[in-house]
């Protein structure tokens, strides 16, 4: 019995301690509040479907040798924008290479009679558009299956939208995109085409949407991550307040908000430009820490 008792004791103790403990932590977090007085302002508020995206080619055409042989010139590289039947490079067949070779090697007059006798073969831009791969080189053997160059229309932006999101998403609207390497540097763009056809990335439904950009940056590149904040709600001129403000007045009015962007609230009715919020936050501090508080911890002798 006396064991029980002594048990009792101590657990009620500390208990105690516990309770006191905990109180003297709680005493003094609250060191008072900052008020802060703010005016409604007329500003412009916009509400986002964020997802990510890629930079690719809209239409990606490969440029292609008709017959087996050697690449003897290439006349452009990465990034020249080239128009419809301009030469971009000169390939001799598996024939006359051979032939030209032969000619080499009994002189320069032979072998200019066999170049102009044996025409090279040109390679020339089906469309209007950009070098976004031209890495084959002069001397290079090549076949019909390879792409000698790879030429772009034009360079979009293809999103992945979750499916609960692209109910909200319409042809044209308007989107900012963010490529990951340039982050600073916002490119306004609009919706091209949602495509009908789901995937499934991670166990979620995902539908592509190609984005047009306004203007084509010169650092675009195939391939680059981007981020791609669709426009779901726009408005301008409008009266906002501080998300977190809270509106007192002496007399009660209803006030009426619309959309929130997080930072800023729209005030339909109730509030007018010429009334002021009071901001109110509450200063924390932390808990003093004393030495020799903890019961369970001997103390030092002084």
């Given at each position: 019995?006396?064991?029980?008792?002594?048990?009792?004791?101590?657990?009620?103790?500390?208990?105690?301690?516990?309770?006191v403990l905990i109180a003297r932590a709680k005493q003094g977090t609250v060191s008072g509040e900052i008020t802060q007085e703010i005016i409604p302002v007329i500003g412009s508020i916009k509400t986002f479907i964020s997802c990510t995206g890629t930079v690719l080619p809209k239409n990606r055409l490969e440029v292609k040798p008709p017959v087996n042989g050697r690449i003897d010139r290439v006349l452009v590289q990465e990034g020249n924008e080239v128009k419809t039947g301009q030469i971009l490079a000169w390939m001799s067949s598996t024939e006359r290479a051979a032939l030209l070779d032969a000619a080499r090697g009994k002189g320069e007059e032979t072998l200019k009679y066999w170049e102009d006798a044996y025409k090279a073969i040109p390679l020339s831009a089906p469309i209007d558009g950009e070098v976004?791969?031209?890495?084959t080189q002069p001397g290079q053997t090549v076949t019909t299956a390879d792409a000698v160059i790879v030429l772009s229309d034009r360079l979009i932006v293809r999103a992945q939208v979750d499916e609960t999101d692209i109910g909200k998403i319409t042809p044209d609207r308007k989107a900012i995109i963010s490529l990951d390497a340039y982050s600073d540097t916002k490119i306004k763009a609009s919706v091209e085409h949602i495509y009908y056809e789901s995937e499934t990335v991670n166990n979620v439904t995902m539908y592509k949407v190609d984005l047009l950009p306004e203007e084509i940056p010169p650092f675009f590149r195939s391939g680059m991550n981007a981020t791609v904040d669709f426009i779901e709600q726009s408005k301008e001129n409008t009266l906002l307040i501080p998300a977190d403000a809270d509106h007192k007045e002496k007399t009660k009015v209803p006030v009426t908000l619309g959309m929130s962007d997080d930072k800023n609230i729209e005030v339909l009715s109730g509030i007018t430009a010429n009334d002021k919020i009071i901001l109110k936050t509450k200063k924390y501090n932390l808990p003093k820490s004393t030495t020799g508080t903890n019961p369970f911890l001997p103390s030092r002798k002084r």
């Open positions: 019995m006396r064991n029980k008792k002594m048990i009792s004791f101590f657990i009620a103790a500390v208990i105690i301690i516990a309770a976004i791969v031209a890495t």
